[in-house]
């Protein structure tokens, strides 16, 4: 385990933070951060399933820097909390934790792989920014734009796609051979999005289109479920005049279904929707992201 940050002479710390601190570059942080490490309580047993609860829970999480939880997360501090609750421990920062574990190509990507990025401005190799691998292009991270846990997607991001320098599996051989046929299937969404083929994406399982509506990012994850959701929760969104959207997705052989309600081109129309679908439809919605 890496060092607590507390003690580091205080002085060292605010002069060379940016650099030894944390892979993420934000453009701003709390004028006070909190720079001991938090190990995290080991709650679950190592597995995709386990992982899949926390991506569930904290999306939409808010983005600090220097946080690795349980409610504040940097981009390698939600990492190294999903992978320390599950008593795996792996470095704390981005550029150490892409030094570690198994590495793996593009193409051999599942569920629960942590995939790194260089986001600064001027390219130049380094790990910066730090994401956690959900299958066909997805990926789950602490946002250092949007400043909280959103998804993403490699395949229709060209910003993320040019940017990606390493992939690592942190996750025991055991669990990753278990789920990794069906870690393998593509998501499958409401909206007909053009992806360009990757090795683990067979043409037959294309994303199914069952609804369209205006292109945007930004929806109101109304909760996640495994199977579909009942007939009356989805009839009660379209009475109430809006659009919903399914991400279909299978963990350890069970279909699991997240439901959308959009998606809005402006946050700010979602985050306006999101009081009311508070009130009248599910009182835990919340904004997500996808990329």
Excluded at 241 to 270: C, E, T, V, W
Aim: contains cysteine; charged residues 25%.
């Amino acid at each position: 385990m890496s060092p607590s940050y507390s003690t580091i002479n205080i002085v060292s710390v605010l002069a060379l933070g940016a650099l030894f601190i944390h892979g993420c570059k934000p453009p701003h942080h709390p004028s006070n951060p909190n720079y001991a490490i938090q190990k995290p309580t080991v709650k679950y047993a190592p597995s995709t399933k386990s992982l899949d609860k926390m991506v569930k829970k904290l999306q939409g999480q808010p983005y600090v820097w220097a946080e690795e939880g349980p409610n504040h997360f940097d981009c390698s501090g939600f990492t190294y909390y999903m992978y320390g609750s599950m008593g795996i421990e792996i470095p704390r920062v981005a550029r150490e934790q892409a030094k570690n574990g198994q590495e793996i190509k593009m193409n051999e990507l599942i569920y629960g792989d942590l995939i790194f990025f260089d986001t600064e401005p001027q390219r130049r190799g380094r790990i910066t920014h730090v994401g956690m691998y959900l299958g066909n292009g997805w990926f789950t991270h602490a946002s250092t734009t949007k400043y909280e846990v959103v998804y993403s997607n490699l395949n229709t991001s060209t910003y993320y796609k040019k940017r990606l320098r390493i992939c690592r599996r942190y996750l025991p051989e055991s669990q990753t051979k278990i789920v990794k046929v069906d870690a393998q299937k593509p998501w499958k969404t409401k909206e007909s999005i053009k992806i360009k083929a990757t090795p683990v994406v067979k043409a037959k399982t294309a994303p199914k289109v069952i609804k369209k509506y205006t292109l945007g990012n930004f929806y109101v994850q109304v909760g996640s479920f495994t199977g579909t959701p009942k007939k009356d929760l989805l009839s009660k969104i379209t009475r109430a005049g809006y659009h919903y959207h399914l991400i279909k997705f299978p963990i350890n052989g069970k279909q699991i279904s997240k439901l959308l309600i959009g998606p809005y081109k402006q946050r700010s129309d979602a985050v306006h929707l999101l009081g009311k679908v508070k009130k009248t439809i599910q009182k835990d919605a919340f904004i997500a992201e996808i990329r």
